[in-house]
């Protein structure tokens, strides 16, 4: 028997972060701020941006990508908030998006009409901490209804983001869950993480993730003067 | 779930990295697996199992090796050339 060895030592995700490498040179490009949202399932990232939109729609060109292993349910939540174009990747299975997804995405969208974008990920606290798609930056939420040890237990999503969201923060007096061990928790893997504490429902804390979102698209738009 | 995704990317690599004749003798596919690279090793086993032994390949088996980091590298690839094509 003749074996013959390939020396082939390539990064798997090597084609993936290429693709990534250039979306994020075009967003770049077009002065785009792009925040890759992931968080486990029902933790509010649609009602989020719902909230998001009808607050900023008006005085920023928001254009957003979603995915969902199945149907197109988050993005028609979306489109009946904005008049803008809202792009559903149905991954038909897959745990989260990929660069190539979303550079499919962007063909769609008029990125020269594009203040900001959003891609709501695939709800899962796992995968999608993998998978570059060519965002400025993630930003994981987690609700006051999950435990404090989330963290914890999904370090690499919680590393990989440079803002967490509390969610759901109306919930907070109906539920056992202790605010400062969650933020210690996350801030154990991550110090420098930017907390935002918010309820889509009644608005609190809110207005700290709307100015952050504004300070973003000004200092994309100074950066590309 | 993204242990199949990652299987088939490895599965393209070889491909790639093999002419049409060699890919149904690849015997041995040699993996380097970070230790912190968020795959579960049993089901990405299985899968690469799965791939690797249906067509365009013949009889290949993955090899992972756990090491420290979070990385994934399809490391090398062994081919039998005086091999029956299986």
């Given at each position: 028997m003749t074996v013959r060895t390939i020396d082939v030592r390539e990064r798997v995700m090597a084609r993936n972060n290429e693709i990534a490498a250039d979306v994020r040179r075009q967003l770049e490009a077009a002065a785009i701020p792009a925040l890759n949202l992931v968080s486990?399932?029902?933790?509010?990232k649609t009602a989020l941006l719902e909230r998001t939109l009808d607050a900023l729609g008006g005085d920023l060109r928001i254009s957003v990508v979603t995915g969902d292993v199945q149907t197109q349910n988050d993005a028609d939540r979306l489109a009946a908030r904005t008049s803008r174009l809202v792009q559903a990747v149905v991954t038909n299975g897959a745990c989260h998006l990929d660069a190539s997804q979303v550079q499919h995405a962007l063909e769609a969208l008029d990125l020269a009409d594009t203040d900001l974008l959003f891609i709501e990920n695939?709800?899962?606290?796992?995968?999608?901490?993998?998978?570059?798609?060519?965002?400025?930056s993630k930003v994981v939420l987690f609700s006051v209804t999950e435990g404090e040890d989330k963290p914890l237990k999904y370090p690499a999503m919680f590393r990989n983001s440079s803002c967490a969201i509390l969610t759901k923060m109306d919930l907070l007096p109906y539920v056992p869950f202790d605010v400062e061990r969650a933020v210690a928790a996350a801030r154990s893997v991550n110090p420098g993480l930017r907390f935002f504490y918010t309820s889509a429902v009644t608005g609190v804390g809110m207005e700290a993730w709307f100015e952050f979102l504004r300070s973003l698209v000004r200092s994309r738009a100074v950066a590309a003067r | 779930m993204h242990e199949l995704s990652l299987a088939l990317e490895v599965c393209r690599i070889a491909e790639a990295n093999l002419d049409a004749a060699s890919l149904p003798r690849l015997r041995r596919v040699s993996i380097e697996l970070g230790e912190?690279?968020?795959?579960e090793v049993a089901n990405f086993r299985f899968c690469l199992e799965a791939l690797l032994g249906a067509p365009p390949f013949g009889a290949a088996t993955p090899a992972i090796t756990l090491c420290p980091g979070d990385d994934l590298r399809l490391a090398s690839l062994e081919v039998d050339d005086d091999g029956p094509d299986d």
């Open positions: 486990s399932p029902g933790s509010g695939v709800g899962n606290l796992v995968c999608p901490a993998g998978w570059d798609l060519g965002e400025q | 912190a690279a968020n795959i």
